[in-house]
């Protein structure tokens, strides 16, 4: 049971810290919490759909199904979180104007929230999958019995909510004038882990050279297994043992994301506006 | 000035337009005649849990998963990480790697650790 609780919390965890960040990022915009549950709904039914399929998928592209679609999904999902904060970074002070006069409550500028909630569905969808295919293969093994897994599986779960809420919690307690400052900031850094992480699947399939094996080693100062090494590796993409060419997609990330809100904040015209 | 907001967006497509060009190009000759590797999971075990591999050279490991359940082939040490479908076989490309060990675990259970021993 304990097994099925801890697998399934560093499953949950990743999708769990997106979501956090995500209902920080998209604070006092209407309805974002239909956006995101709905996100996620759709994220967890896409998985069970995944994980149903997962000998299909390994067996698809020669061989190379797998890897094909974590990057996808992963690119996919980087290109959400850089499509918001382009638009934020346009928009934003609008908002966080607004914030300030109304207090909490924003009710201006409608925030592109299918691009926020499309990001959680993805995360939900990749993490979602394999939770599902291990929890599966517990439940056709009969390891310990079904009672022990579901409840294994629900403290898992648990874990991993509580990890998103306290995240959610400690952000949204900065104040309205920079919390999107640095929910951008924390956006870019996710975006570009998850860069890294589909480099990485592409270099898996051979399909990328790797530029350097193990560009560095920090393993022996934190392990991505440890709970902080896999939080870290969620929020920026902290790696113990990167390819060359995962740290160039990570870096090429921030660039491309980073320059067009730079281009965009100068361009936008938000100055004006008032 | 409505086509230099636009500007970054256009980038961004200019920029991955290449790249996945680049990637169906390697595609075609990705899985060559590299030498095989062959690793099952039997009863919660790697078999053989030592696999020997030549020094920088490029190999294809070939990945049998004899359970019932889903496994996930992972090591943090060559950045890889498969899920091998129960009763499935995957492969996944390693190396050229330099002479050490490097160890791989089943995802969904720990215990089962191997190593793969490049001379």
Not at chain 1, 23 to 28: E, F, L, P, V
Request: net charge positive.
């Amino acid at each position: 049971m304990l097994a099925a609780a801890i697998i399934v919390f560093r499953e949950i965890l990743e999708a769990a810290l997106i979501v956090g960040i995500v209902m920080a990022a998209s604070r006092g915009a209407p309805g974002r919490g239909a956006w995101v549950a709905g996100g996620v709904a759709a994220g967890t039914v896409g998985a069970l759909a995944v994980a149903g399929f997962a000998g299909a998928l390994s067996a698809a592209a020669s061989g190379i199904g797998q890897e094909l679609f974590d990057a996808a999904v992963l690119f996919a999902a980087v290109a959400m979180l850089g499509w918001h904060n382009i638009w934020m970074s346009r928009h934003g002070r609008d908002l966080t104007a607004a914030a300030s006069r109304l207090g909490t409550a924003v009710r201006s500028g409608a925030q592109p929230l299918w691009a926020l909630a499309l990001a959680v569905g993805l995360a939900a969808l990749r993490e979602g999958s394999e939770t599902v295919l291990f929890l599966y293969g517990i439940a056709l093994s009969g390891d310990g019995g079904t009672a022990a897994l579901v409840l294994g599986g629900a403290i898992g779960i648990a874990g991993g909510a509580l990890a998103g809420l306290a995240i959610y919690v400690g952000l949204v307690r900065i104040p309205v004038r920079y919390l999107f400052a640095v929910t951008s900031w924390l956006v870019l850094l996710l975006a570009a882990g998850m860069a890294s992480q589909a480099a990485a699947f592409l270099l898996q399939a051979d399909l990328l050279p790797s530029f350097g094996d193990n560009l560095w080693d920090t393993s022996f100062l934190l392990s991505e297994q440890s709970v902080t090494g896999k939080v870290l590796h969620t929020l920026i993409g902290y790696t113990a043992q990167p390819a060359g060419i995962q740290v160039m997609f990570y870096l090429a990330t921030i660039a491309v994301i980073g320059g067009a809100m730079k281009l965009c904040t100068g361009g936008g015209g938000t100055k004006a506006a008032h | 000035m409505a086509t230099m907001r636009s500007a970054p967006i256009f980038r961004l497509s200019r920029l991955v337009a290449p790249v996945l060009l680049l990637i169906l190009a390697w595609a075609g000759p990705a899985v060559a005649a590299d030498p095989k590797i062959e690793l099952a999971i039997r009863d919660q075990q790697w078999v053989p849990n030592e696999v020997e591999v030549p020094a920088n050279t490029k190999v294809e490991l070939v990945i049998k998963n004899e359970q019932k359940k889903a496994a996930e082939f992972e090591s943090h040490a060559l950045h890889r990480e498969k899920v091998v479908p129960p009763g499935g076989q995957v492969s996944l490309s390693v190396g050229p790697l330099k002479p050490g060990r490097y160890e791989f675990v089943d995802d969904f259970n720990k215990a089962a650790r191997g190593f793969i021993v490049v001379k």
